[in-house]
């Protein structure tokens, strides 16, 4: 693998690395979500929240879209992020 590509898979992986921003994929993997609703269903701040989804737009992980004067999220590759926590469970289920 080129290092080029193990640095942009790193970058990708630390974008998911906050408990936050986890429980941020998990709501948006159920749909686009406004940050306002973001905000109720992870129980954080407006500015917390935004930060984040500003780290994982960076790292290509999500996008947005204007409606009205709000900013709605949705996960750019909603599959793969479900594929990889899925993953993630089955190994957590394992060494238990």
């Given at each position: 693998m080129?290092?080029?590509?193990?640095?942009?898979i790193?970058?990708?992986?630390?974008?998911?690395?906050h408990?936050?921003?986890?429980?941020?994929?998990?709501?948006?993997?159920?749909?686009?979500?406004?940050?306002?609703?973001?905000?109720?269903?992870?129980?954080?701040?407006q500015p917390?929240?935004?930060?984040?989804?500003?780290?994982?737009?960076?790292?290509?992980?999500?996008?947005?879209?204007?409606?009205g004067?709000m900013k709605?999220?949705?996960?750019?590759?909603?599959?793969?992020?479900?594929?990889?926590?899925?993953?993630?469970?089955?190994?957590?289920k394992r060494?238990?």
């Amino acid at each position: 693998m080129e290092t080029l590509n193990c640095r942009k898979i790193a970058d990708f992986f630390r974008a998911l690395s906050h408990p936050t921003r986890i429980g941020i994929v998990l709501r948006l993997l159920e749909g686009k979500k406004c940050v306002g609703n973001l905000e109720e269903l992870v129980k954080a701040p407006q500015p917390n929240i935004s930060q984040h989804l500003s780290i994982m737009k960076a790292s290509g992980i999500v996008d947005w879209i204007q409606q009205g004067k709000m900013k709605c999220y949705f996960l750019k590759e909603p599959k793969l992020l479900k594929d990889l926590f899925s993953s993630g469970e089955k190994l957590l289920k394992r060494n238990k």
